[in-house]
């Protein structure tokens, strides 16, 4: 598979998560994809999710948004079967604060599907902003109506 056609299996990935579709994010994995945090603390964001478990989260999280958190591809570079991007997001949360972060992603490809993400952010900033999130219950999280 060429370099380009990782990059655009990304690039679909970005779409359909900006999308909030859960059906166009679920056909762009594979069966056993790993969605993995790599925050150091809080310890609630150091989170594995599966397929079906990462699909649902924008969905779960638009629900305390005033904006959708929208997700700019800033830079990609592409090797072997990873693809590293950089990315940012500016949204508006109901509470009022400004979630505005930075990310660097690396995506491992495997038989034309995202067989694996890893996220890198500023987990100060979900915290402030968010506070403890639960994407299965989002009534549930504690600290981002605050």
């Known amino acids: 598979m060429s370099t380009a056609a990782k990059k655009e299996i990304v690039r679909n990935?970005?779409?359909?998560?900006n999308a909030g579709d859960e059906k166009r994010i679920l056909a762009l994995l594979t069966d056993d994809f790993l969605f993995k945090?790599?925050?150091?603390?809080?310890?609630w964001l150091i989170y594995r999710w599966s397929g079906q478990e990462f699909a649902a989260a924008p969905k779960a999280m638009s629900t305390l948004l005033k904006t959708p958190v929208v997700?700019?591809?800033?830079?990609?570079?592409?090797?072997?079967?990873?693809?590293?991007?950089e990315a940012q997001t500016d949204a508006e949360l109901q509470n009022g604060k400004r979630y505005n972060n930075a990310y660097h992603f690396v995506f491992v490809i495997r038989d034309?599907?995202?067989?694996?993400?890893?996220?890198?952010?500023?987990?100060?900033?979900?915290q402030e902003c968010f506070g403890e999130f639960n994407p299965n219950n989002p009534a549930a999280s504690r600290g981002a109506a605050t």
């Open 112 to 126: 034309s599907k995202i067989a694996e993400v890893r996220e890198y952010c500023c987990s100060h900033l979900v």
């Open 13 to 17: 990935w970005f779409d359909a998560v």
């Open 37 to 43: 945090a790599m925050a150091r603390s809080p310890h």
């Open 71 to 85: 997700m700019e591809i800033v830079g990609m570079i592409a090797e072997d079967n990873e693809v590293a991007v």
